[in-house]
């Protein structure tokens, strides 16, 4: 069965570096998400991307978060100059053009951010 | 906007006994899909069981079922024959229409509640 997956699972940064988070999303499918969870907090809507641009993005995705579809596999997600806060499991998630009614979204098993 | 409530932060349920988990939402959409995810204590997301708000019988997934009263805007997760590995947190997830908005266009983004970490006993 095709899966979002994620690299790396975990990742482990100082204060002030950039990060990239991989995901390979699945083959077909059209729309990408990033979320983030905080430990012990609920998921949270950081950006979609579809048709190459960011269709929406929410208020945690400021200037020091950008996206990109580099090579019609990969979808990055690049962390400019890590904070403390920005300590999170982030999760990829796809849905292709029309999942029956359900538009389920395809999650990856996350990549764990740990800023020090 | 959106919103999703779950207002048991925790539940237990001895091993075999069914367990109701409690979701209610807030919506001005006339057309809106509801998700339940279980997330294990090894982090992934895992999807569980889809309701739209058009559907007129309740979804069910094997041992899951979705009680969908629209009315009362409550979609809650009933899981029958609760078994050791359910022990998990769960999501209640809406996810929005495609719609136009100021930045752009969304496109089904998510919208997760608080999470209920469910405990089976044996």
């Known amino acids: 069965e095709p899966e979002v997956t994620q690299t790396p699972s975990h990742q482990v940064t100082q204060m002030g570096q950039e990060v990239i988070l991989r995901c390979v999303p699945i083959?077909?499918?059209?729309?990408f998400y990033w979320y983030r969870q905080i430990l012990g907090q609920k998921v949270e809507f950081l950006v979609s991307?579809?048709?190459?641009?960011?269709?929406?993005k929410s208020e945690i995705f400021d200037d020091q978060f950008s996206v990109e579809r580099p090579d019609g596999s990969n979808f990055t997600l690049k962390i400019r100059s890590t904070k403390l806060e920005d300590s999170a499991m982030y999760f990829c998630?796809?849905?292709?053009?029309?999942?029956?009614?359900?538009?389920?979204?395809?999650f990856g098993p996350g990549t764990r951010l740990t800023v020090t | 906007a959106q919103k999703i409530t779950q207002t048991q932060p925790g539940m237990f349920v001895q091993e075999k006994e069914a367990v109701t988990l409690d979701c209610t939402y807030d919506?001005?959409?006339?057309?809106?899909?509801l998700f339940w995810y279980k997330q294990p204590s090894s982090g992934e997301m895992i999807f569980l069981i889809y309701?739209?708000?058009?559907?007129?019988q309740n979804a069910t997934e094997g041992r899951y079922s979705l009680n969908f009263q629209k009315a009362r805007k409550s979609a809650n997760l009933v899981i029958s024959a609760s078994q050791l590995g359910d022990s998990a947190m769960y999501f209640c997830?809406?996810?929005?229409?495609?719609?136009?908005?100021?930045?752009?266009?969304?496109?089904?983004?998510?919208?997760f509640g608080q999470g209920t970490i469910l405990t089976v006993h044996p």
């Open positions: 991307f579809y048709n190459n641009e960011i269709s929406e």
């Open positions: 997830a809406m996810r929005e229409p495609p719609k136009a908005n100021a930045g752009g266009t969304s496109y089904g983004k998510l919208t």
């Open positions: 309701q739209g708000s058009y559907d007129e």
């Open positions: 083959s077909n499918h059209l729309y």
């Open positions: 919506t001005s959409d006339q057309s809106y899909g």
């Open positions: 998630a796809s849905r292709g053009p029309g999942s029956g009614g359900s538009y389920e979204q395809y």
